[in-house]
């Protein structure tokens, strides 16, 4: 029995070390950034961390606009007649990519942030949307319709080349793709009427399968900065969903949230001091801050 109680703390051990709750982040009023009638989602930091842009579809149809931290204001990028979704920073901060459906079909745009005319990322006979690129920017990949097999696959798109390659071939519906820091590899959902209905899937970048996470529902995923740690909401304990991280080896879970309120979209910061997070308010969706110094 001489090794029991090491035994017991070895398990004991080993159960922190892979589903436990840390240090609960608060998701407080005060640090609402947008605080608007509709919802406002899928916030995306600028390389400095000074600004972050995101979709709301406050005056009807979705459109693209920017939070400036310094200046504690909210600007419109984008006030067409129709939608635009999923932006991110590109050409260093200067630009933002986002994905339009101007003429009946999405497809990727570039807009400099200055408010320039938008322009085709790229112009292929693909409906495409959510981009995400390699830190260099020879990459963009994104969730493009296969009009053959009918869903929803992850391709890239290297520009130099002007190469369009699918990366996966999995039933169901993919979106969601995620670059990670080092380009080494994609996270993306893949989404299904089993249970659960959305999976985590993580490939290298030639699209070979690494891992997935199947325990349970797991959606809007993103990485932090270092890559090794994974962000995304899940339903797991609560209907509402709240925020965990994981890393990439599937060890490490952690819940970082502890409440009863809707959440989507968390990403960390450049610095990894803020957290942005939409959280759903009785008007709709609103960009909020959680301070991660506690963390």
């Not at 699918?166 to 169901?172: A, D, N, V």
């Not at 060890?251 to 309120?261: A, F, G, K």
Request: no cysteine; glycine share 6%; net charge negative.
């Amino acid at each position: 029995m001489r090794y029991g109680k090491y035994l017991i703390f070895f398990i004991i051990l080993m159960g922190f070390a892979f589903d436990q709750s840390g240090q609960v982040l608060s998701i407080d009023q005060k640090y609402n950034l947008t605080k608007s009638a509709g919802d406002d989602l899928y916030p995306s930091w600028s390389p400095d961390g000074s600004k972050i842009v995101f979709q709301s579809n406050r005056d009807g149809d979705w459109d693209i606009l920017v939070y400036d931290l310094k200046a504690d204001s909210v600007y419109n990028l984008t006030n067409y007649s129709y939608n635009e979704q999923h932006p991110v920073w590109i050409k260093n901060g200067s630009a933002i990519a986002f994905d339009a459906d101007e003429n009946g079909e999405l497809k990727i745009y570039s807009l400099a942030e200055n408010k320039g005319s938008k322009a085709l990322l790229f112009d292929r006979e693909l409906q495409a949307r959510e981009a995400s690129f390699s830190i260099s920017e020879t990459l963009v990949y994104f969730s493009g319709f296969d009009e053959i097999k009918n869903r929803w696959e992850i391709y890239s798109y290297e520009f130099y080349y002007n190469s369009l390659n699918k990366l996966t071939s999995i039933i169901g519906e993919n979106h969601s793709p995620k670059v990670s820091p080092d380009e080494d590899f994609i996270l993306f959902v893949n989404n299904t009427m089993d249970f659960p209905k959305d999976k985590l899937y993580l490939i290298n970048w030639h699209g070979q399968p690494e891992d997935k996470f199947k325990e349970f529902n797991m959606r809007d995923p993103s990485w932090a900065p270092g890559g090794l740690k994974i962000f995304f909401v899940s339903n797991r304990d609560n209907r509402y969903g709240e925020v965990y991280s994981i890393w990439i080896d599937g060890s490490h879970l952690e819940r970082l949230t502890e409440d009863s309120l809707e959440v989507r979209n968390p990403v960390l910061s450049p610095d990894a001091k803020y957290m942005a997070i939409s959280v759903k308010l009785e008007i709709g969706y609103d960009i909020f801050l959680i301070p991660m110094e506690d963390y």
